[in-house]
C-alpha cells in the first residue's frame, strides 16, 4: 500500500524486509534483499541483512560467500566482519572466525564504539567456548562486561564459571573427556532470531548489532 501511494521505493522495501524477518517469514525477506541487492550492490546494510538471513535459514556457504566478497570490494566493514565470524563459527572453521572477530573489535575501538565490542566479545566467548577453550572464553565474557553491562554478559559469564567447575569435578574424578566438537554448545548457541540485537534460542546465542535505521537511500 506504502509503495502505491508513492512511498521511496528503497526504504519501503528494506523495512518490509525487516518487518517479515520479524514475523520468521524468512523467504519472503530474503527475496526482497535479493532484490534490493541487485539493484544497491554497494549498499552493505543490505548485505549484511541478507547474508545474516542466509545464515539463519542455514544457508551459510551462500552467506560467506556475500561477506567475503563484498569486504574483498568494499574494504573491511565491523559489521560485515562480525557476522562473517558468525558464519565462520557455524562452518566450525574457528581460525577464520577469530580472524574476523579480532577483526570486527579492532574496527569498533578504532570508532569508539563500545557497545559493538561488547557484542563482539560476547561472540568471541561463544566461539571459544564452543571450541572447549573455556579460559578463553571466559577472557572474552570479561572483556564484554568492561565494555557494557549487558544481562547476555553476565549470563554467559555465569555458565561459564559453571562449566570450568563441573570440568574439574569431572576431571579430579577421572571422568571428564570433552565431547567432539559437533556435539557441544554450538547446536544450541548458533543460533538466530530477532533482527537488531539478537538472542538467540536459550539463555546465550549470537548477538548481531545494527546501527542506526539503515536507510541510507
Known amino acids: ?46 548485505i549484511g541483512d541478507l547474508a545474516w538471513l542466509y545464515f539463519k ?59 559493538f565490542q561488547a557484542v563482539a566479545y560476547y561472540n568471541l566467548s561463544i566461539l571459544h567456548a564452543n571450541f572447549y577453550r573455556y579460559d578463553e572464553a571466559l577472557a572474552a565474557a570479561e572483556r564484554s562486561l568492561e565494555m557494557a553491562e549487558r544481562p547476555s554478559g553476565y549470563m554467559i559469564r555465569a555458565e561459564l564459571r559453571e562449566l570450568q567447575l563441573a570440568e574439574e569435578d569431572a576431571a579430579a574424578e577421572g571422568g571428564w573427556h570433552p565431547p567432539p566438537a559437533e556435539e557441544g554448545w554450538h547446536s544450541s548457541w548458533h543460533s538466530s532470531s530477532a533482527w ?20 541510507r537511500r
Open 196 to 215: 537488531w540485537t539478537r538472542p538467540a534460542h536459550g539463555a546465550c546465542g549470537q548477538d548481531r548489532l545494527r546501527h542506526g535505521p539503515g536507510l
Open 57 to 115: 535459514t542455514h544457508r551459510l556457504e551462500e552467506a560467506r560467500d556475500l561477506l567475503v566478497d563484498a569486504i574483498a570490494e568494499f574494504g573491511p566493514d565491523r559489521d560485515l566482519c562480525m557476522t562473517l565470524a558468525t558464519v565462520y563459527s557455524g562452518l566450525w572453521r574457528y581460525d577464520d572466525a577469530l580472524r574476523e572477530y579480532r577483526t570486527s573489535i579492532e574496527l569498533a575501538e578504532r570508532a569508539d564504539d563500545r557497545i
Open 1 to 46: 500500500d506504502a509503495l502505491a501511494a508513492g512511498a521511496p521505493d528503497y526504504s519501503t522495501r528494506y523495512i518490509l524486509s525487516r518487518t517479515l524477518s520479524r514475523l520468521n517469514e524468512d523467504a519472503a525477506a530474503i527475496t526482497l534483499l535479493e532484490a534490493l541487492h541487485r539493484t544497491y550492490r554497494d549498499d552493505l546494510t543490505v
